[in-house]
Structure formats: structure tokens, C-alpha cells
């Protein structure tokens, strides 16, 4: 075990790791920059995934079907959170809105080396509406949650999803 990883007893293990959290802020409005990022990515519900999953006669059958709902970016949409819809029964009145994004051939990628990968895909984004009319987007770089231990198939592919994500920001926010 490392000096991350502790063993507290009765099978339980804490792993100590630390995630880099980027925080991107734009004087654009936060419609704006939902709506360019919006336009660079697809939607797909977890649950069609997994019924696809079910249908495919193979893997290829699979990807195939998958990839009809994934663009360029290679990212889909397959929730949204309106924290702010909510936040303004205490009074905020800021929007704030949380999205669930990933593809599952990406995803694939890094849970073959290391199943609990699967805690960190879907990757999660956050629009924050900024006092001044901007917006700040906010996420965790991916292999800084994911890819924790010694195990460079699995960094390289998370690091593989960092870039994509990082070329995704850059397409939408410059």
C-alpha cells in the first residue's frame, strides 16, 4: 500500500489523492457560453446507452450506434442540473447549472484498467453565473481524479480525455 492508501480495518481503504480543479472565466453571459458549448456537443441519455448496449450484437454494433450520437468534439450531453432553478427558493439569484457529459468509447478507455474509473466518467462541468453578467466554468481535469495510482495505461488514457476536454474549452471559450 502506499503512504496514500491506509487500510482503516474490515476491508476499508481510504486513498488520499489530490484533483486540479479548473476554473475558466469569461466576461461572455453564461447563455451564451452554454450555447457554444451546447453546439459542440451531442445528447444522449445514460439510459439509451445502456439500452444500445443491450441491442448490439457486438462491440462494433455498439461503437457504431454510439458514434451516430457523438460529434466532433466527441462529448454528449446526458444530464443537466439546474442547481439554479432551485437556489432561488434561498435567494440566489445567480444561475448555476451542472452538466453530466462523457462518451462512452472514451470512457471505456480507462475503466478496462481500473474499474473504479467508472466513479469519475461521465465528467461533470459547471456554469456559474458571475455577479458582473460573465461566466465561470468550472471542472476537475479528469486524470487528476482518475488516474491516482501507478498505472500508466490508465493515465494515458485519461490524459488522452484531458485533451480532448482542454480542445473542447478551447473550441467554445477561446
Avoid at 437556489?87 to 444561475?95: I, M, S, V
Wanted: net charge neutral.
Amino acid at each position: 500500500m502506499s503512504e496514500a492508501t491506509k487500510s482503516t480495518g474490515q476491508g476499508r481503504e481510504t486513498h488520499t489523492f489530490a484533483g486540479v480543479r479548473v476554473v475558466r472565466k469569461v466576461s461572455t453571459n453564461m447563455d451564451d457560453v452554454v450555447a457554444k458549448l451546447r453546439a459542440r456537443v451531442g445528447r444522449l441519455t445514460l439510459a439509451a446507452v445502456i439500452d444500445m448496449a443491450r441491442k448490439a450484437r457486438s462491440v462494433a454494433d455498439f461503437e457504431s450506434e454510439a458514434r451516430k450520437f457523438i460529434p466532433e468534439s466527441g462529448f454528449v450531453i446526458f444530464d443537466e442540473i439546474d442547481h439554479g432553478a432551485w437556489l432561488q427558493r434561498y435567494g440566489l439569484g445567480l444561475k448555476n447549472l451542472r452538466w453530466l457529459f462523457g462518451n462512452p468509447l472514451i470512457a471505456v478507455t480507462m475503466i478496462r484498467h481500473d474499474p473504479t474509473a467508472g466513479l469519475f466518467v461521465p465528467i461533470e462541468l459547471l456554469f456559474n453565473e458571475s455577479p458582473d453578467g460573465g461566466c465561470a466554468v468550472t471542472y476537475v481535469v479528469p486524470s487528476s481524479l482518475i488516474a491516482i495510482d501507478d498505472n500508466p495505461p490508465l493515465l494515458a488514457a485519461a490524459r488522452r480525455l484531458d485533451d480532448k476536454l482542454e480542445a473542447l474549452m478551447v473550441s467554445a471559450l477561446g
